[in-house]
């Protein structure tokens, strides 16, 4: 029989991250406070440290990324790792081999770590569940199902910015169904304490069961964020736009586009996060992307450390038996 | 006029590595007799040794490739050579540039040796004739021609296992017309001294003039593959299925996959070997490929240690004349 | 107001390099001079210092490119920068983010520098422009305008066979109309006070306001080369000869191509330059090309020092403001 924690070892330790879900309390305040200690590399002359030198990060990108997979290449850099980026578009895949072969050659050219982005939901546990005991996954982002670094750093994130979370009120707007971030978002803020989270967006991007995982459910935006200390705005996916669930980009922003008429309804000193790429006039118009709440690059100089955290604490678990 | 051996310097050390064909007995145990030095650099704590710093090794990959790009990158850093990853498609050359061009601005840019993969039989021996006396080139699969450190791979492979070549029984099965491992495979083990070597396939895909190259031909693989101590089963391109040449890749299977009633045929502690990429259900079955007589994973292992010593061996031959 | 120079900081010293236009002459003889002593790194056994260590060096390449990018790679790994190759036609620019966007994200993963080559004239100033005062721009090419390391490594190669500029004739032959590489050949000659310089090529090929920038205009290859010094032959873009402007490549190459009978106008110790990648046959006799008098080859080895001095140059000035 499989665990119920296949990203947990038996002595609980975690050695791969696939999912926020099911994930110890202990674990991701691990991971963060592991994350503060490597903040300051950035801003050392020499900016590595030994941690996993002579260790192998194969970051593999079934989906195109510039921000997640450099982030994970500097990350794995600055502990010394031997990165390789593997161009998977244009290789064996495209000759026939399925994905679990390709990851077992590349386990026998050594692989210590996959760092995983792939189209389809639950690619990283197939891979996760394969692999040989020594060997760690990383989920950089699988279909519309999670996104577990993007939510370790926005937590990371907001506890930089408003040190205790058992006070915030967190509103993430915008298309959640389709979002592996708000998900893993909403897991790892319930985890760790947030007082009220919201979800907040039109009817057709709300997906079902948002109470049931501790949500309140809003679909005005004006609603949605009064009062928020947090607000996370979410990329509106361009495809959406030209389907059958939105009537139009302008329309959108009408009703959710976060504006700074809108960010007045929130706290005076609400931050506002993004996870990028954005759509500027979309889903969030350009003086509150660029304005004084916004903390949406240090977001982005956050994941180095907190991917940092993730590869060295998933490489400091031996084995997976 | 050209010497016969243009992959050897005046004193018959090995400058390029071009082809198995005409290579001497002694270049060839010399390059597994250096593999072997190599195995344990991927077990040590720092995984590299210094043999060729302050060298670059530019891959020239003008067909995709994950397994032998990748490996020859992993080989030049663990001789902690400068390694540089040309993406040929969408560079120079898509603007014109003849290839002899494109190779000497590389030189100019103090490249010092060449990985060359390209669809054009010859192409490295054509960059061999071109290049400066001091710069060496690899040849890591072209065309039909070959695919020589394949070759010494699964050369190595098979000493590993069965120590001596003298009284082994070797089977390459399935296309052996379109394949360049084939042939190299075929220089290599004859050189070494298999006692039987055989060629096994449908008629269509057997080239003329295999038993003047040494191998016993077959058409049936029960026949082809009774006691063998070693089987190579060969990929079957995808393009040679739709093609005139096979009826379907089911037909194909039924006829040459390697399954584990056909491999009972074969000494019982014969080995499976693969180039990669497989087709699992075309020319080998999933209880073969992970079965306990395959060696295919180990193979792509050894292909570090082995394009290592290739590496190593033609660096240490300073120049041509 | 925004500065006539904006590549300069408050006290003069160089912060980006976006164009050679408006760039004063010590800033061009200090980047000359520092390429000087860069030219032996190469040499060494150990091929690099240690100026940029610790620093991020990002590849912004969105135009294809083998030569400049990676001498750009080179010359920053030797200078022991951390250098990152962003794959931007497959990345988050694909899903709709801006430029400044893009920069923005990469600047908080604590870019240092930025060489870029975009196809839009004027993307390296739009970016510097917008940067934080600590990061520094390198144009390693931007549309039709300028490509200045192009042209300080062409000035440098000049200065390196023919010593002193203020004897000299250069002409630079072909299609000016849209050649970066000439506008930026121009600059830099001029500054540096060549005696003569000539603008040579078909009506249909040459701008307007060659002779305000002090070119002296030929339409006739045998007039624009007799006794010159230095020949730079320009690219043809393979655009062009499809295009209105010209009747055909052969007829090009009948009347503009470099041939040693042309080559023979000049002085007898001309030589003869080209950016690449060379259409031989076009703009260029393959004899010519690899003739004695061509140093198109040294041009490249000298592109790495020279982007080694502007890299090390731009990064000695801490900050914009």
Do not use: W
Request: proline share 5%; aromatic share 4%; net charge positive.
């Amino acid at each position: 029989m499989r665990s119920r924690h296949p990203q947990l070892n038996v002595h609980g330790e975690l050695h791969h991250l696939l999912s926020i879900e099911g994930l110890p309390r202990a674990i991701i305040e691990r991971i963060l406070t592991t994350a503060d200690s490597f903040i300051n590399v950035a801003e050392r002359e020499v900016k590595s440290v030994p941690l996993l030198r002579g260790r192998s990060v194969f970051n593999l990108f079934f989906e195109p990324s510039t921000r997640t997979r450099t982030t994970f290449e500097i990350a794995a850099r600055r502990l010394s790792a031997d990165v390789f980026n593997l161009d998977i578009a244009r290789s064996s895949t495209s000759k026939g081999e399925s994905l679990l072969d390709t990851i077992d050659n590349l386990t026998a050219m050594q692989a210590d770590t996959f760092v995983v982005r792939h189209a389809a939901s639950g690619a990283p546990y197939l891979i996760a569940r394969h692999v040989a005991p020594h060997v760690h996954v990383v989920n950089a982002g699988d279909g519309r199902h999670a996104h577990p670094t993007q939510g370790l750093l926005d937590a990371y994130t907001i506890r930089h910015y408003k040190k205790d979370f058992s006070n915030l009120t967190v509103a993430i707007v915008g298309d959640i169904l389709h979002s592996r971030v708000a998900r893993s978002d909403i897991h790892v803020l319930k985890t760790l304490g947030v007082a009220e989270l919201r979800a907040v967006g039109p009817l057709t991007l709300l997906p079902a069961g948002l109470e049931q995982l501790g949500c309140r459910v809003f679909t005005k935006l004006e609603e949605g964020i009064r009062g928020a200390d947090v607000i996370i705005a979410l990329r509106l996916q361009n495809e959406r736009m030209r389907g059958a669930l939105l009537p139009s980009a302008k329309e959108y922003f009408r009703n959710y586009g976060l504006t700074p008429e809108k960010l007045a309804l929130a706290k005076p000193d609400a931050i506002v996060m993004h996870p990028g790429p954005m759509n500027r006039g979309v889903e969030i118009d350009s003086h509150v992307a660029d304005g004084g709440q916004s903390v949406i690059l240090p977001q982005v100089t956050f994941g180095i450390a907190v991917r940092m955290a993730v590869l060295a604490i998933v490489a400091s678990s031996p084995r997976m038996q």
